[in-house]
């Protein structure tokens, strides 16, 4: 029997593909789903699509391939998956929740540390040789706070590492949450709260530029920014003035708008920290994202009950 046709329109760690290969006739174009790519795959039957909730698969790329039956995301997020075109035609959604929770959680502590402290800046002057002039005061975490926005499962998982470190949480959401920290009514609320304000939300239209020039304001000139969430989520071109203002004293920024590409006026600023969008990596969330991936497709095929379909509430 010949192995279903799969479509990867994302990159992939190579233990992943090589474990989807094993299984499928994989067609892997990393790049995206381009209209060649979409052409040839319709011209090979493909039965599933591999994406994320970054790249996402639209109405119109899924009406491009009449035998797909199921779309998996790589990870948890689905937001630019369109998931009404996807439950009119009867085609599945998967992803991957609590994949890389804890993973993403410890990258914004390592943030909030990385910040507090200046490690980049003070491990430039060591190496330049300024150390006795380098040895000013740094603010800590212990007995400040730290505002959520988003208090899903990685936000709950940050919120519990900063009371950890005794720091006082604070918390954004749509409706407040039977949990041991203080509720907020709005972003500005929060942010005004806040000494570190760590952006944990999905990403998608209802939440794009949720953190703007007034949240950015009212956090303040001795706050920070932390997003690990979706750059969608906050307003590039407010956060760079602000950055180079003094509005705010730095940010910790895994994520950007329009990634890879990273604006200039971003990158001129020397109180930020970037990471590649890699909060989430780690072999663990990897081995985990990787075996719902394959457990959702085999039983997709095996017309068994999916692992983690996304919840009706979601479609």
């Known amino acids: 029997m010949s192995r279903p046709a799969l479509l990867a329109v994302i990159p992939l760690p190579e233990g992943s593909l090589?474990?989807?290969?094993?299984?499928?006739?994989?067609?892997?174009?990393?790049?995206?789903?381009?209209?060649?790519?979409?052409?040839?795959?319709?011209?090979?039957?493909?039965?599933?699509?591999?994406?994320?909730?970054?790249?996402?698969?639209?109405a119109a790329q899924m009406a491009r391939l009449p035998q797909l039956g199921i779309v998996c995301a790589y990870g948890a997020g689905t937001e630019n998956v369109d998931l009404a075109a996807a439950q009119r035609r009867g085609i599945a959604v998967t992803h991957a929740p609590g994949a890389n929770d804890a993973t993403v959680a410890d990258h914004a502590l390592a943030f909030m540390l990385a910040l507090a402290r200046g490690l980049a800046g003070l491990d430039r002057a060591v190496r330049a040789g300024h150390w006795r002039s380098s040895r000013a005061e740094r603010p800590a975490l212990n007995g400040a706070s730290c505002g959520v926005l988003g208090l899903g499962n990685i936000g709950t998982k940050i919120a519990r590492r900063a009371a950890a470190f005794e720091m006082r949480v604070g918390y954004h959401a749509r409706r407040a949450r039977d949990v041991p920290w203080q509720h907020y009514p709005g972003v500005i609320e929060l942010a005004r709260a806040s000494d570190f304000l760590v952006v944990a939300c999905p990403g998608g239209a209802a939440t794009r530029h949720l953190v703007g020039r007034d949240a950015l304001a009212a956090l303040g000139p001795d706050g920070f920014l932390v997003n690990v969430a979706r750059g969608s989520v906050v307003d590039t071109a407010a956060l760079a003035d602000a950055l180079r203002l003094g509005t705010i004293a730095g940010a910790g920024l895994d994520v950007i708008e329009g990634e890879p590409e990273v604006p200039a006026a971003l990158l001129a600023c020397d109180n930020v920290l970037f990471t590649p969008h890699v909060a989430g990596r780690s072999p663990a969330a990897l081995a985990a994202q990787r075996d719902a991936l394959l457990a959702n497709l085999a039983a997709h095929f095996a017309g068994r009950a999916l692992h983690s379909p996304v919840p009706a509430s979601q479609s």
Do not use: E, I
Request: proline residues 5%; charged residues 25%.
């Open 18 to 58: 090589a474990a989807l290969r094993d299984r499928y006739a994989v067609d892997y174009a990393p790049d995206g789903p381009r209209d060649d790519v979409l052409d040839r795959a319709a011209s090979a039957s493909v039965r599933a699509v591999v994406t994320n909730g970054s790249t996402g698969f639209s």
